[in-house]
């Protein structure tokens, strides 16, 4: 159950950073699904390493192969498994790390949990595992593409340089900057404080912002399998995410009731909500209108400085980051967090099928 | 698998708001456990409506029976489960909405996505639900009460009125006032507040923040079931719950990594890091170190004041509720937040029992 | 995951032999199927405790009470619960068994591995188990009804006494006479052999055999969730059953390939085969023939003799059975096969909804 | 959940027969069990095709890669993937079916459920999966060596020649023969009838028993997961099964209680049966006795003569196959049998360590 992920459209997962290859089983998506494979290079190109200079130097092309479950093209319903090589792998640069636990990082964690860890890159805390996400994530988006729904994150904040609300952006600009933020004021400013922030060696936070368009009403289940509360849960299995948010989320704990309901409306026919402080979502079902949250990414562990820490004897040690690294997470994690967003409503989408009776 | 909650230690729950009674089976609990069933009341009289005069007048009493799984004071291994009666039952205050949509309710949402609703009470999508969590969750605590793990949320924040962080302030006080804001300054400006509010027709929100303190390294996993995707998946199932945060949260996202790392450090021969703005979980895995998070409510959205809507022929109407309901959900769901906490953390302190080899 | 059986149609059981009452809550019913409570009761009616002379003779009317996820008598969507009170419960006849292992039952297993065990009346051990089972296979049958698939159990063998081939019975005479053996002179043979034993003091086995007509093609999953795979698990769950074989069977095994290959014919248009070996379903999926099996179960292990076994210390006892017992289980195990193949096939038909792309 | 099978110890797969690979992903596997990849590849290779003369010609080596999940020779706690290329596929061979419906083969219902399908090989129907189950399954084994739990299947019967009882045999002889029968003079008699039935172009079913020693008492869970249930449910996963049968089988339901029971003893302190009727499981929990089963294959669908079929047209046509294909499946079964078994008990062994309280 560790590595899974899903109900009926669900992935598996295997794979270190510095293993020969990583890869996944996408087990459920429904057969006779046409596979756009330059589609799935497009994203993940969006993710991958040596994409810009403001991220990790690590050349991986990401190709991949899908070796079972397409057929002419198509979907069989049989698993679809993808497979990824790692190709630019220095585990030298972490040799001098058997031995030593990083701070902020999972090496402490994994060692006690399991007594025995693959440090080379990180092993299977690594973020690489995120392409696989992007891969099966792009047959997620094949699907709901068919249904009109559209996925659409952004980066939203570095630092403490915010964009501002997604009504007043065009979010078909996120690709058109390094950064992947549609305001191009602030992604000017963000890439600036990125690369100062590189340049002394330290990393930023940030958070993205993901908003999902033409979602019927009716994805999502009453109690415990909330559309929202499956979108966190996804959003937080993220490397370095801390925080979850959607509609009016913080910000609404410090609102009035007569302030944050959104009234419904017949706009020609159709039924609308005035505001959408529920961010699309009521009762963790969806409405029809906008799903837009917010996830929040702390700065990245690895710093190019000198820091203390500890080895596994206990003994005080002086650590210093070789290795590639990003100095700042969240212009490469706009990709994965749309990635989990198609695959968590994916799989509502085949839930919903199965929940009213057409007998 | 719409109404179950964990994996090894995993519930199941039915029930409405106004049927006859409302239950959960507890399947998984190990066997030999004493069962304190005064301890399983007192946890349900803190979630109970009626409690005080700043929550909803609905008198429940709560009190429940254990059917099944429970033989000479222990359990045995096979499902537990337990009942509660629905006793103040008050369906004609609701048959005025039998064909209209409140307004950020989960009443269009179910009507489309079903067909057919439930709506006494507000059906299934109630928060009577949560009686259930918390008399599961007493059960989790029991288990883990063998372990010293120990688990206090309270409330930090009433609309804008701010707790202190947390290492200020003594967690036992919690329940010396009707807010649940160990912080007695905070407290009182908070019922004020509350009372106010409630005079006014409208509803408030808030943030709950909860503190694990004496988990062992080693609970969760490495990719999909990492705690805080659990414990962040889990609260965001509560009612009115719009965000989650832990450690660092959102804050963390203006942070450089030099200040956010947390340094390992020998202290008397045990592994401790000098801050925390990991909240305890790296890498997906408890470090020993305090879990904090953080949680936000929505202001609930039953307002004693005339709204705007629609009914089912998508006609305009006015609404005004009848029915009896809280001004502000926060104190109450101090022990809802805590039980979820319980239940997350004894799945993973038995799935973790079977992750390292001892053969 | 101990007490849960299902995907999409999924039940979750709870209860003993002796408590006051057990219960099941069916997750995942599509909402607005009419559920016709008679219909349920009568299906309980056919496997309750002192129907006939042949039959235990604890007297359990087996009344029932749905206490969610009904509304204006159709389903909601939410769980369904269903409760049955245990009325005729005589634990004392029970109480001599506290510390002894009864020969083939339950007694020991639990014991060795909870450390503790309900020894009243078997505890979870009991059959009493089934009578959930039957009245949430009710609620599948009343489902699949709408699709028109007919599931039908009868007794096929007691003892020796074997029935013809299902090809040659009137399955509508299954209700008939007490035994429910469709052919009346085996049932005749049948029922003498059940008196004559239980006077004896002994009991008897027997086998059931299950046709499903009007399946469509398309039901199962190729490897792991293959329909006559899932319907094996399913029929091996039932107290007292040692075999599972469809199709073709055990006797298969010692056939040629030109003898049990199925030729494929155009049937007036439709596809159909000449012969049946594979027992309507082919690579683990429903060909649209008819689907068949047969269960084999043992003799009940509580027999009306003493018989010698040992205590929880090791020392030989003897041990006389009180309690009421059957002198042979099938007769009553008809429509517990029969609800159990109903909720497999339920479950798949919910399944087959999201496994063909329609976009 | 349609491609993966277990619990706690759980694989996922993919591929098909003409694929450029197969693959499973085992997960929950704990950290710290030393891999034998030698003893994985001697598992293998009593499976593959083209190990003698009375097995299909296919020449797959069945080398394969373990490509995450182990470091330094031992397991990690992540998901261990494991890839086997195919390599002597002759697609060719396949393409006149593409529109041909072979007689009980899964052409048909996959071609109807799907509305697609790869026929290369019989695409994901094929038995070739079954290498990946033997990969697997060599590793629970490898865990299960650790608790002294012994697992020994072997072929029971070839049409109607017949091994005698497993008590009387030696079943380390079991791979001293092609046909992987412990006892010569029957293991003689069936090579001799499979080759006959190989040159007439015709195929034969049989039958595989595997016994399991050595299982602590308290494996299994008393109602949807008992050991037995699980145990038939991986083998009638097994591609040409129609039956199976634990303990007593089928020949237990014409037998009586008094008969059928089996008496506790105690053995010089230890628990044991005098008879093992119950084949080593009581209310779906191992109780230390041998767990003894036996599986029915039915006969290779696919056989060198010309049959009568139809086609996706619906057309009558004469079908006459090519490839490469056993006359008998059951020697090569032996090892597949063995690994579901082991995969079954390994699961129930790690759920097994959660099911008694020990704080």
Redesign the interface.
Known sequence: ?????G??F?I?????SH?????V?I??C????RINEHFIQLELNRRRPGQSKITSSRKETDEF?I???V??G????????ILIANKDVKSKDYSHLSNS?R????D???A???????YRGG???SAR?TALWVAAGAIAKL?LK??RIDIRAYVS?V??IQAPHYSGLNLKKTESNLVRCPDEAAAQKMQTKIEA?RKSG??????ITCVVKNTP??L???????L???L???M??INAV?????????S???????????????EK?K?K?KTN???G???????GEDIYFKV????????M?T????NEK???IKLKAKGRHDPCVVPRAVPIVEALAALVIADFY??????????
Do not use: C, W
């Open positions: 159950m560790h590595n899974s992920f109900h009926l669900r598996t997962t295997f794979g270190e293993g020969s290859q990583i890869g089983i087990d459920g429904p057969a006779g699904l192969e070796v079972s479950g057929f002419d198509k979907t069989t319903g049989m698993p679809i498994a636990f701070p902020s990082h999972a402490y964690t994994y006690t949990k399991f007594g025995i860890r693959d092993g299977r805390s595992e699907l068919k249904t904040s630092g403490d922030v330290d990393t930023l936070g940030g958070t009403a009716g999502g289940e009453p109690v415990f399998n909330k929202h509360a499956a966190g849960g996804a937080l299995s801390k925080g979850f948010e959607f509609g009016s989320g913080f609404g704990a410090s609102m009035k009731g007569t302030e944050h309901n959104d009234i419904f409306l017949n026919g039924i909500t402080f529920s961010g979502i009521q009762g963790g079902i969806s409405n929040a990414f702390k700065p990245v562990a690895t710093v400085q820091q203390q820490s500890i206990k003994q005080k085949l839930i919903n099928q199965t929940r009213k009776f057409s007998g």
